[in-house]
Protein backbone atom coordinates (compact mmCIF):
# COMPACT_ATOMS: atom_id res chain seq x y z
CA UNK A 1 0.00 0.00 0.00
CA UNK A 2 2.64 2.40 1.10
CA UNK A 3 5.05 1.38 -1.85
CA UNK A 4 2.39 2.06 -4.12
CA UNK A 5 1.82 5.47 -2.68
CA UNK A 6 5.17 6.11 -2.75
CA UNK A 7 5.89 5.05 -6.51
CA UNK A 8 2.62 7.13 -7.55
CA UNK A 9 4.92 10.32 -6.16
CA UNK A 10 6.30 12.63 -8.47
CA UNK A 11 9.83 13.59 -9.65
CA UNK A 12 9.77 16.98 -7.15
CA UNK A 13 8.11 15.45 -4.37
CA UNK A 14 10.74 12.21 -4.26
CA UNK A 15 13.72 14.98 -4.04
CA UNK A 16 12.20 17.06 -1.57
CA UNK A 17 11.46 14.00 0.69
CA UNK A 18 14.99 13.33 0.14
CA UNK A 19 16.54 16.20 0.88
CA UNK A 20 14.50 16.24 3.92
CA UNK A 21 15.95 13.19 5.05
CA UNK A 22 19.05 14.19 4.61
CA UNK A 23 18.56 17.83 6.70
CA UNK A 24 17.02 15.43 9.35
CA UNK A 25 20.39 13.13 9.05
CA UNK A 26 23.08 15.78 9.21
CA UNK A 27 21.15 17.50 11.77
CA UNK A 28 20.94 14.69 14.35
CA UNK A 29 24.65 13.43 13.39
CA UNK A 30 25.65 17.04 14.21
CA UNK A 31 23.48 17.16 17.71
CA UNK A 32 25.00 13.81 18.12
CA UNK A 33 28.51 15.34 18.05
CA UNK A 34 28.17 17.67 20.32
CA UNK A 35 26.38 16.57 22.89
CA UNK A 36 28.68 14.03 23.06
CA UNK A 37 31.82 15.98 23.04
CA UNK A 38 30.48 17.70 25.72
CA UNK A 39 29.61 14.61 27.70
CA UNK A 40 32.93 12.84 27.42
CA UNK A 41 35.27 16.12 26.94
CA UNK A 42 33.71 18.16 30.15
CA UNK A 43 34.96 15.42 32.75
CA UNK A 44 38.56 15.20 31.07
CA UNK A 45 38.85 18.17 32.08
CA UNK A 46 41.52 18.17 35.01
CA UNK A 47 39.23 20.53 36.94
CA UNK A 48 36.01 18.61 36.49
CA UNK A 49 35.94 16.51 39.46
CA UNK A 50 36.74 19.69 41.79
CA UNK A 51 33.69 21.76 39.76
CA UNK A 52 31.29 18.93 40.04
CA UNK A 53 31.40 19.17 43.54
CA UNK A 54 31.09 22.44 44.56
CA UNK A 55 28.36 22.79 41.82
CA UNK A 56 26.67 20.11 40.77
CA UNK A 57 26.47 17.93 44.46
CA UNK A 58 23.61 15.40 44.05
CA UNK A 59 23.64 15.52 47.95
CA UNK A 60 23.67 19.05 48.43
CA UNK A 61 21.14 19.63 46.24
CA UNK A 62 18.51 17.60 47.80
CA UNK A 63 19.22 18.56 50.95
CA UNK A 64 18.84 22.34 50.17
CA UNK A 65 16.13 21.95 47.37
CA UNK A 66 13.04 22.28 49.79
CA UNK A 67 13.87 25.02 51.77
CA UNK A 68 14.90 26.58 48.14
CA UNK A 69 11.87 26.24 47.24
CA UNK A 70 10.16 27.33 50.12
CA UNK A 71 12.00 30.88 49.82
CA UNK A 72 10.48 31.06 45.94
CA UNK A 73 7.44 31.66 47.87
CA UNK A 74 8.53 34.73 48.59
CA UNK A 75 9.63 35.74 45.24
CA UNK A 76 6.26 34.61 43.67
CA UNK A 77 4.80 36.96 46.54
CA UNK A 78 6.75 39.94 45.94
CA UNK A 79 5.67 39.16 41.72
CA UNK A 80 2.45 38.55 42.13
CA UNK A 81 1.80 42.19 43.15
CA UNK A 82 4.10 44.10 41.87
CA UNK A 83 3.20 42.88 38.17
CA UNK A 84 0.02 44.31 37.67
CA UNK A 85 1.15 47.41 39.79
CA UNK A 86 3.80 47.70 37.01
CA UNK A 87 1.05 46.96 33.75
CA UNK A 88 -1.21 50.01 35.29
CA UNK A 89 1.47 52.30 36.12
CA UNK A 90 3.19 51.83 32.83
CA UNK A 91 0.18 52.47 31.39
CA UNK A 92 -0.79 55.64 32.90
CA UNK A 93 2.82 56.92 32.06
CA UNK A 94 2.68 55.97 28.36
CA UNK A 95 -0.77 57.69 28.39
CA UNK A 96 0.80 60.65 30.31
CA UNK A 97 3.87 60.87 27.40
CA UNK A 98 1.03 60.54 24.73
CA UNK A 99 -1.07 63.52 25.36
CA UNK A 100 -1.61 66.16 22.44
CA UNK A 101 -3.38 68.80 24.68
CA UNK A 102 -1.30 71.93 25.01
CA UNK A 103 -2.85 72.30 28.49
CA UNK A 104 -1.40 68.91 29.60
CA UNK A 105 2.06 70.08 28.48
CA UNK A 106 3.04 69.35 32.37
CA UNK A 107 1.51 65.85 32.17
CA UNK A 108 4.21 65.00 29.23
CA UNK A 109 7.14 66.12 30.86
CA UNK A 110 6.49 64.25 33.87
CA UNK A 111 6.31 61.36 31.60
CA UNK A 112 9.32 61.88 29.84
CA UNK A 113 10.94 62.54 33.32
CA UNK A 114 9.84 59.49 34.82
CA UNK A 115 11.06 57.18 32.01
CA UNK A 116 14.27 58.77 31.14
CA UNK A 117 15.03 58.75 35.08
CA UNK A 118 13.91 55.41 36.26
CA UNK A 119 14.96 53.81 32.87
CA UNK A 120 18.41 55.39 33.23
CA UNK A 121 19.18 54.49 36.96
CA UNK A 122 20.70 50.42 37.93
CA UNK A 123 17.63 48.54 39.36
CA UNK A 124 20.00 47.61 42.53
CA UNK A 125 20.68 51.38 43.15
CA UNK A 126 16.81 52.53 42.73
CA UNK A 127 16.02 49.43 45.15
CA UNK A 128 19.24 50.38 48.12
CA UNK A 129 17.67 54.41 47.64
CA UNK A 130 14.02 54.07 47.99
CA UNK A 131 14.22 50.86 49.94
CA UNK A 132 16.72 51.88 53.22
CA UNK A 133 16.20 55.80 52.03
CA UNK A 134 12.45 56.32 52.41
CA UNK A 135 11.97 54.44 55.60
CA UNK A 136 14.85 56.16 56.77
CA UNK A 137 12.71 59.13 57.15
CA UNK A 138 11.32 57.74 60.22
CA UNK A 139 8.34 55.74 59.00
CA UNK A 140 6.54 53.74 61.92
CA UNK A 141 6.22 50.33 61.64
CA UNK A 142 5.36 48.28 59.56
CA UNK A 143 5.41 51.26 57.12
CA UNK A 144 9.34 50.65 57.22
CA UNK A 145 8.69 47.38 55.39
CA UNK A 146 11.52 46.84 53.16
CA UNK A 147 8.64 44.38 50.96
CA UNK A 148 6.90 47.55 50.74
CA UNK A 149 9.46 49.95 49.66
CA UNK A 150 11.56 47.55 47.62
CA UNK A 151 8.56 46.46 45.98
CA UNK A 152 7.78 50.52 44.84
CA UNK A 153 11.14 50.05 43.89
CA UNK A 154 10.79 47.77 41.23
CA UNK A 155 7.20 48.86 40.10
CA UNK A 156 8.89 52.23 39.22
CA UNK A 157 11.51 51.22 37.21
CA UNK A 158 9.98 48.41 35.59
CA UNK A 159 6.64 50.75 34.67
CA UNK A 160 9.29 53.19 32.77
CA UNK A 161 10.23 50.02 30.45
CA UNK A 162 6.75 48.74 30.62
CA UNK A 163 5.56 52.66 29.50
CA UNK A 164 8.04 52.88 26.78
CA UNK A 165 6.39 49.37 25.21
CA UNK A 166 2.79 50.46 25.83
CA UNK A 167 3.73 53.79 23.83
CA UNK A 168 5.40 51.82 20.49
CA UNK A 169 2.21 49.76 20.76
CA UNK A 170 0.26 53.40 20.40
CA UNK A 171 2.39 54.75 17.79
CA UNK A 172 1.95 50.75 15.78
CA UNK A 173 -1.73 51.97 15.33
CA UNK A 174 -2.00 53.66 12.15
CA UNK A 175 -2.96 57.38 12.47
CA UNK A 176 -5.78 56.91 10.00
CA UNK A 177 -7.76 54.85 12.40
CA UNK A 178 -7.71 57.33 14.79
CA UNK A 179 -8.67 60.26 12.01
CA UNK A 180 -11.56 57.62 10.69
CA UNK A 181 -12.62 57.25 14.59
CA UNK A 182 -12.73 61.16 14.81
CA UNK A 183 -14.62 61.55 11.68
CA UNK A 184 -17.16 59.45 12.92
CA UNK A 185 -18.13 61.74 15.39
CA UNK A 186 -16.11 60.09 18.15
CA UNK A 187 -14.11 62.29 21.19
CA UNK A 188 -10.59 61.77 21.86
CA UNK A 189 -10.98 59.99 24.82
CA UNK A 190 -13.12 57.25 22.87
CA UNK A 191 -10.91 57.27 20.34
CA UNK A 192 -8.24 56.53 22.69
CA UNK A 193 -9.85 53.91 25.22
CA UNK A 194 -12.13 52.20 22.30
CA UNK A 195 -10.09 52.23 19.19
CA UNK A 196 -6.46 53.12 19.70
CA UNK A 197 -6.02 50.83 23.02
CA UNK A 198 -7.32 47.54 22.23
CA UNK A 199 -4.98 47.40 19.12
CA UNK A 200 -1.73 48.56 21.08
CA UNK A 201 -2.36 46.43 23.93
CA UNK A 202 -2.82 43.45 21.61
CA UNK A 203 0.20 44.59 19.25
CA UNK A 204 2.59 44.39 22.44
CA UNK A 205 1.72 41.34 24.81
CA UNK A 206 4.21 39.54 23.55
CA UNK A 207 7.18 42.45 24.17
CA UNK A 208 5.61 42.44 28.03
CA UNK A 209 5.74 39.41 28.30
CA UNK A 210 9.58 39.64 28.22
CA UNK A 211 9.51 41.91 30.90
CA UNK A 212 7.35 39.68 33.25
CA UNK A 213 10.11 37.20 32.70
CA UNK A 214 12.69 39.75 33.44
CA UNK A 215 10.73 41.34 36.46
CA UNK A 216 10.24 37.42 37.49
CA UNK A 217 13.84 37.42 37.89
CA UNK A 218 15.13 40.91 39.10
CA UNK A 219 12.63 40.21 42.19
CA UNK A 220 15.74 38.40 43.61
CA UNK A 221 17.38 41.90 43.81
CA UNK A 222 15.28 42.67 46.96
CA UNK A 223 17.30 40.28 49.23
CA UNK A 224 19.67 43.04 49.61
CA UNK A 225 17.19 44.90 51.39
CA UNK A 226 16.57 42.25 53.77
CA UNK A 227 13.92 40.09 52.65
CA UNK A 228 15.25 36.48 52.73
CA UNK A 229 14.29 35.08 49.46
CA UNK A 230 15.20 32.23 46.83
CA UNK A 231 18.48 34.21 46.12
CA UNK A 232 19.80 35.17 49.26
CA UNK A 233 18.25 31.64 50.76
CA UNK A 234 20.73 30.38 48.58
CA UNK A 235 23.51 32.44 49.48
CA UNK A 236 23.24 31.39 53.18
CA UNK A 237 23.39 27.63 52.14
CA UNK A 238 26.78 28.65 49.89
CA UNK A 239 28.11 30.19 52.65
CA UNK A 240 27.46 27.15 55.30
CA UNK A 241 28.02 24.66 53.16
CA UNK A 242 31.07 26.07 51.21
CA UNK A 243 29.42 25.08 48.10
CA UNK A 244 27.76 26.63 45.45
CA UNK A 245 25.15 23.43 44.53
CA UNK A 246 22.34 25.82 46.15
CA UNK A 247 22.84 28.60 43.28
CA UNK A 248 22.08 26.09 40.46
CA UNK A 249 19.39 24.26 42.34
CA UNK A 250 17.54 28.23 42.46
CA UNK A 251 18.77 28.40 38.94
CA UNK A 252 16.68 25.01 38.30
CA UNK A 253 13.71 26.78 40.10
CA UNK A 254 13.81 30.28 38.27
CA UNK A 255 14.19 27.65 34.45
CA UNK A 256 11.31 25.59 35.63
CA UNK A 257 9.32 29.15 36.01
CA UNK A 258 11.00 31.25 33.20
CA UNK A 259 11.12 28.15 30.15
CA UNK A 260 7.83 27.72 29.87
CA UNK A 261 7.19 31.42 30.12
CA UNK A 262 9.15 32.04 27.40
CA UNK A 263 7.91 29.39 25.09
CA UNK A 264 4.05 30.79 25.59
CA UNK A 265 5.87 34.47 24.71
CA UNK A 266 7.07 32.68 21.52
CA UNK A 267 3.67 30.87 20.51
CA UNK A 268 1.91 34.56 20.97
CA UNK A 269 4.57 36.12 18.60
CA UNK A 270 4.15 33.56 16.10
CA UNK A 271 0.39 33.60 16.27
CA UNK A 272 0.60 37.47 15.65
CA UNK A 273 2.44 36.91 12.96
CA UNK A 274 0.18 34.90 11.07
CA UNK A 275 -2.63 37.11 11.93
CA UNK A 276 -0.79 39.96 10.30
CA UNK A 277 0.09 38.00 7.02
CA UNK B 1 86.27 21.82 97.01
CA UNK B 2 86.11 25.38 97.32
CA UNK B 3 86.62 25.40 93.93
CA UNK B 4 83.36 23.18 93.42
CA UNK B 5 81.54 25.76 95.97
CA UNK B 6 82.56 28.42 93.62
CA UNK B 7 81.53 26.73 90.53
CA UNK B 8 78.27 26.00 91.94
CA UNK B 9 77.95 29.57 93.34
CA UNK B 10 78.46 30.42 89.41
CA UNK B 11 76.58 28.34 88.01
CA UNK B 12 73.75 29.57 90.38
CA UNK B 13 74.20 33.33 89.19
CA UNK B 14 74.17 32.40 85.82
CA UNK B 15 70.84 30.82 86.31
CA UNK B 16 69.25 33.26 88.36
CA UNK B 17 70.49 35.70 85.38
CA UNK B 18 68.92 33.31 82.82
CA UNK B 19 65.53 33.27 85.08
CA UNK B 20 65.37 36.61 85.15
CA UNK B 21 64.88 37.12 81.30
CA UNK B 22 62.15 34.06 81.97
CA UNK B 23 62.87 29.79 81.72
CA UNK B 24 61.71 29.37 78.34
CA UNK B 25 62.37 32.95 76.53
CA UNK B 26 66.55 33.08 77.37
CA UNK B 27 68.07 34.35 74.62
CA UNK B 28 64.53 34.32 72.35
CA UNK B 29 63.69 37.80 72.58
CA UNK B 30 64.80 41.44 70.83
CA UNK B 31 66.86 42.73 73.93
CA UNK B 32 67.75 40.45 76.37
CA UNK B 33 65.67 40.39 79.42
CA UNK B 34 63.31 42.49 77.99
CA UNK B 35 59.99 41.31 76.47
CA UNK B 36 58.98 43.91 74.01
CA UNK B 37 54.86 43.63 72.67
CA UNK B 38 54.42 45.54 69.89
CA UNK B 39 50.19 47.26 70.05
CA UNK B 40 48.10 49.36 67.71
CA UNK B 41 48.18 52.94 66.95
CA UNK B 42 46.09 53.91 68.38
CA UNK B 43 44.94 51.60 70.53
CA UNK B 44 41.50 50.98 71.09
CA UNK B 45 38.73 50.62 73.98
CA UNK B 46 38.23 47.99 75.24
CA UNK B 47 41.53 46.23 74.43
CA UNK B 48 43.71 49.19 75.22
CA UNK B 49 42.10 51.71 77.98
CA UNK B 50 43.26 55.71 77.37
CA UNK B 51 45.80 54.18 74.94
CA UNK B 52 48.12 52.85 77.24
CA UNK B 53 49.59 49.79 77.57
CA UNK B 54 51.38 50.48 80.31
CA UNK B 55 48.94 50.61 82.87
CA UNK B 56 48.04 47.45 82.13
CA UNK B 57 44.35 48.02 81.68
CA UNK B 58 42.05 46.88 78.77
CA UNK B 59 41.60 43.15 78.03
CA UNK B 60 45.15 42.94 75.52
CA UNK B 61 47.22 45.30 77.92
CA UNK B 62 46.34 42.68 80.68
CA UNK B 63 46.50 39.76 78.98
CA UNK B 64 50.31 41.13 77.97
CA UNK B 65 51.29 41.64 81.19
CA UNK B 66 50.12 38.21 82.50
CA UNK B 67 51.92 36.21 79.87
CA UNK B 68 55.26 38.22 80.79
CA UNK B 69 54.93 37.21 84.02
CA UNK B 70 53.89 34.10 83.66
CA UNK B 71 57.42 33.54 80.83
CA UNK B 72 58.43 35.39 83.79
CA UNK B 73 59.26 38.70 83.43
CA UNK B 74 58.78 41.02 85.88
CA UNK B 75 56.38 44.59 84.75
CA UNK B 76 59.16 46.85 84.54
CA UNK B 77 60.67 44.35 81.25
CA UNK B 78 57.97 44.70 79.64
CA UNK B 79 58.39 47.25 76.58
CA UNK B 80 55.63 48.63 74.51
CA UNK B 81 56.17 50.05 70.76
CA UNK B 82 53.88 50.67 68.50
CA UNK B 83 52.92 49.38 65.04
CA UNK B 84 50.00 49.77 61.97
CA UNK B 85 47.99 46.76 61.87
CA UNK B 86 49.19 46.32 57.70
CA UNK B 87 53.13 46.78 58.60
CA UNK B 88 52.59 43.91 61.34
CA UNK B 89 50.97 41.79 59.04
CA UNK B 90 53.92 41.91 56.07
CA UNK B 91 56.27 39.24 56.16
CA UNK B 92 60.15 40.32 57.13
CA UNK B 93 61.74 40.97 60.03
CA UNK B 94 60.03 42.81 63.12
CA UNK B 95 60.89 45.52 66.00
CA UNK B 96 58.29 43.13 68.55
CA UNK B 97 58.63 39.87 70.46
CA UNK B 98 55.12 39.90 69.32
CA UNK B 99 52.30 41.97 68.76
CA UNK B 100 48.73 42.06 69.51
CA UNK B 101 45.90 44.38 68.00
CA UNK B 102 43.10 41.94 67.26
CA UNK B 103 44.84 40.03 64.75
CA UNK B 104 42.56 36.85 63.63
CA UNK B 105 44.21 34.07 62.97
CA UNK B 106 43.71 33.17 58.95
CA UNK B 107 45.59 30.46 56.91
CA UNK B 108 46.50 33.27 54.52
CA UNK B 109 48.19 34.90 57.34
CA UNK B 110 49.85 32.41 59.01
CA UNK B 111 51.66 31.59 55.83
CA UNK B 112 53.49 34.56 56.08
CA UNK B 113 53.43 35.37 60.33
CA UNK B 114 53.32 32.70 63.04
CA UNK B 115 50.40 33.29 65.51
CA UNK B 116 50.57 31.91 68.96
CA UNK B 117 47.44 29.95 70.67
CA UNK B 118 44.65 32.15 70.36
CA UNK B 119 44.12 34.14 73.50
CA UNK B 120 40.38 35.27 72.29
CA UNK B 121 37.57 33.49 70.89
CA UNK B 122 35.48 36.42 69.83
CA UNK B 123 31.70 35.49 70.75
CA UNK B 124 28.63 36.58 68.66
CA UNK B 125 26.88 39.60 70.46
CA UNK B 126 23.18 41.31 70.39
CA UNK B 127 23.79 44.87 68.90
CA UNK B 128 20.54 46.75 69.22
CA UNK B 129 18.48 49.70 67.82
CA UNK B 130 17.79 53.17 69.83
CA UNK B 131 14.64 51.89 70.32
CA UNK B 132 15.38 48.29 71.82
CA UNK B 133 17.90 49.57 74.50
CA UNK B 134 15.91 48.18 77.18
CA UNK B 135 15.54 44.91 76.22
CA UNK B 136 16.44 42.22 78.85
CA UNK B 137 19.49 39.93 77.96
CA UNK B 138 17.42 36.78 78.14
CA UNK B 139 16.89 34.45 75.24
CA UNK B 140 12.84 34.76 75.77
CA UNK B 141 13.32 38.76 75.52
CA UNK B 142 15.20 38.19 72.47
CA UNK B 143 13.03 36.08 70.81
CA UNK B 144 10.39 39.01 70.18
CA UNK B 145 12.52 41.23 68.31
CA UNK B 146 12.57 41.66 64.79
CA UNK B 147 16.40 40.12 63.69
CA UNK B 148 19.04 41.13 61.14
CA UNK B 149 22.27 39.61 60.17
CA UNK B 150 24.70 39.31 57.59
CA UNK B 151 23.55 36.65 55.36
CA UNK B 152 27.36 34.84 54.50
CA UNK B 153 28.16 34.99 58.25
CA UNK B 154 27.69 32.47 61.03
CA UNK B 155 24.95 34.69 62.84
CA UNK B 156 22.35 33.44 60.92
CA UNK B 157 22.69 29.52 61.85
CA UNK B 158 23.03 31.07 65.11
CA UNK B 159 19.82 32.82 65.22
CA UNK B 160 17.58 29.86 63.93
CA UNK B 161 19.24 27.82 66.18
CA UNK B 162 19.47 29.34 69.17
CA UNK B 163 17.37 32.59 69.21
CA UNK B 164 14.46 31.36 67.42
CA UNK B 165 12.84 35.03 66.70
CA UNK B 166 9.33 34.57 66.47
CA UNK B 167 9.02 36.39 62.83
CA UNK B 168 11.96 35.63 60.05
CA UNK B 169 14.80 37.37 59.85
CA UNK B 170 16.14 39.96 57.61
CA UNK B 171 19.55 39.32 55.84
CA UNK B 172 21.98 41.31 54.30
CA UNK B 173 25.25 41.29 52.00
CA UNK B 174 27.15 42.96 54.45
CA UNK B 175 28.15 45.17 57.49
CA UNK B 176 26.82 48.58 55.77
CA UNK B 177 23.61 47.52 55.09
CA UNK B 178 22.39 46.00 58.50
CA UNK B 179 23.54 49.10 59.39
CA UNK B 180 21.07 50.96 56.92
CA UNK B 181 18.27 48.28 58.21
CA UNK B 182 18.79 49.43 61.44
CA UNK B 183 18.99 52.99 61.09
CA UNK B 184 15.99 52.49 59.23
CA UNK B 185 14.31 50.90 62.03
CA UNK B 186 13.33 48.07 59.73
CA UNK B 187 14.96 45.43 62.27
CA UNK B 188 15.20 45.87 65.74
CA UNK B 189 18.36 43.57 66.74
CA UNK B 190 21.17 42.05 65.08
CA UNK B 191 23.95 39.58 65.64
CA UNK B 192 27.71 40.63 65.18
CA UNK B 193 30.78 39.02 67.12
CA UNK B 194 31.29 41.12 69.87
CA UNK B 195 34.48 43.06 68.55
CA UNK B 196 32.26 44.32 65.73
CA UNK B 197 29.28 45.05 67.56
CA UNK B 198 31.46 47.51 70.37
CA UNK B 199 32.47 49.34 67.19
CA UNK B 200 29.34 49.79 65.13
CA UNK B 201 27.67 50.70 68.27
CA UNK B 202 30.42 53.16 69.26
CA UNK B 203 31.35 54.56 66.42
CA UNK B 204 28.54 53.93 63.91
CA UNK B 205 24.63 53.76 64.84
CA UNK B 206 24.15 56.47 67.18
CA UNK B 207 21.71 55.13 70.34
CA UNK B 208 22.22 51.60 69.64
CA UNK B 209 23.57 49.43 72.28
CA UNK B 210 25.12 46.01 72.82
CA UNK B 211 22.69 44.79 75.58
CA UNK B 212 24.30 41.10 75.75
CA UNK B 213 27.21 38.39 74.49
CA UNK B 214 26.74 34.62 73.72
CA UNK B 215 29.61 32.22 75.90
CA UNK B 216 32.49 31.19 72.63
CA UNK B 217 31.10 28.08 71.31
CA UNK B 218 33.51 25.92 69.39
CA UNK B 219 31.49 24.64 67.01
CA UNK B 220 30.68 27.72 65.16
CA UNK B 221 34.12 28.96 63.74
CA UNK B 222 34.59 31.79 65.54
CA UNK B 223 36.83 34.48 64.87
CA UNK B 224 39.96 33.59 66.88
CA UNK B 225 42.61 36.43 67.91
CA UNK B 226 46.49 35.62 68.16
CA UNK B 227 49.56 37.02 69.13
CA UNK B 228 51.57 38.10 65.63
CA UNK B 229 54.77 37.45 65.48
CA UNK B 230 57.64 36.87 62.50
CA UNK B 231 57.69 33.89 60.98
CA UNK B 232 59.71 31.36 62.39
CA UNK B 233 60.26 33.05 65.91
CA UNK B 234 61.51 30.36 68.51
CA UNK B 235 59.54 32.60 71.37
CA UNK B 236 56.18 30.90 69.89
CA UNK B 237 56.25 27.61 71.76
CA UNK B 238 57.05 29.48 75.15
CA UNK B 239 54.01 32.59 74.54
CA UNK B 240 51.85 29.14 74.02
CA UNK B 241 52.99 27.51 76.71
CA UNK B 242 52.09 30.60 78.91
CA UNK B 243 48.71 31.14 76.99
CA UNK B 244 47.94 27.37 77.79
CA UNK B 245 49.17 27.29 81.44
CA UNK B 246 47.13 30.88 81.73
CA UNK B 247 43.72 29.14 80.12
CA UNK B 248 44.12 25.98 82.61
CA UNK B 249 44.40 28.09 85.43
CA UNK B 250 41.19 30.31 84.52
CA UNK B 251 43.29 33.53 84.94
CA UNK B 252 42.90 33.88 81.28
CA UNK B 253 39.20 33.68 81.52
CA UNK B 254 38.99 35.87 84.45
CA UNK B 255 40.85 38.46 82.46
CA UNK B 256 38.37 38.67 79.83
CA UNK B 257 35.45 38.70 82.26
CA UNK B 258 36.90 41.69 83.94
CA UNK B 259 37.87 43.54 80.39
CA UNK B 260 35.36 42.17 78.04
CA UNK B 261 31.98 41.85 80.05
CA UNK B 262 32.39 43.94 83.74
CA UNK B 263 34.21 47.16 81.88
CA UNK B 264 32.42 46.72 78.66
CA UNK B 265 28.94 46.36 80.55
CA UNK B 266 27.72 43.31 78.17
CA UNK B 267 26.36 40.72 80.34
CA UNK B 268 26.34 37.15 78.95
CA UNK B 269 22.82 35.82 77.35
CA UNK B 270 21.13 33.63 79.76
Known amino acids: MTEQKAAGLTRRQRYEAAQRKRAAIIATTSTVLVVAAIVILVPMTPGWEKVQRSFFNGATLVQTFPKLLDAFKINVMIFAWSAPAIAILGLLIALARDTKSPALFP ?18 LTVYLIGFG ?27 YVAEIFRSGIDSVHHSQRSAALSLGLTERQVTRDVVLPQAIRNVVPAQMNMLIALQKDVSLLSFIGPVEIFRQAGVFKSLLANFTPYVGAAII ?10 YADYLMARQRQERR | MSRFLTLTAVLAVVSTSAMAGGHCAAGKTLEDGKLTIATGNPAYYPWVLNDAPESGEGFE ?71 ATETEPTLAALRGLKWGAVGSTTAVPK ?36 PTALFLSAVMIEGSKVIGQFAPDESDNPDQFGMLMEQGNPLKACVDEA ?9 LAEIEAQWLQDTTGVPLIK
Not at chain 1, 134 to 160: D, F, K, R
Request: charged residues 15%.
Open chain 2, 61 to 131: AAVAYAVAAEMGFADEDVVWVRSSFDEAIQPGAKNFNFNMQQYSITAERDAVVDFSVPYYTAPMAVLVSPG
Open chain 1, 134 to 160: IPGLGLPCPWNSPYIWGSLALILTYSA
Open chain 2, 159 to 194: LETVIQPDSAPLLYGDNADVNAAMSANQIDAALFDL
Open chain 2, 243 to 251: LNAMKDSGK
Open chain 1, 107 to 124: LRIFGTAFTDIFRGIPVI
Open chain 1, 254 to 263: FLIVTIPATR
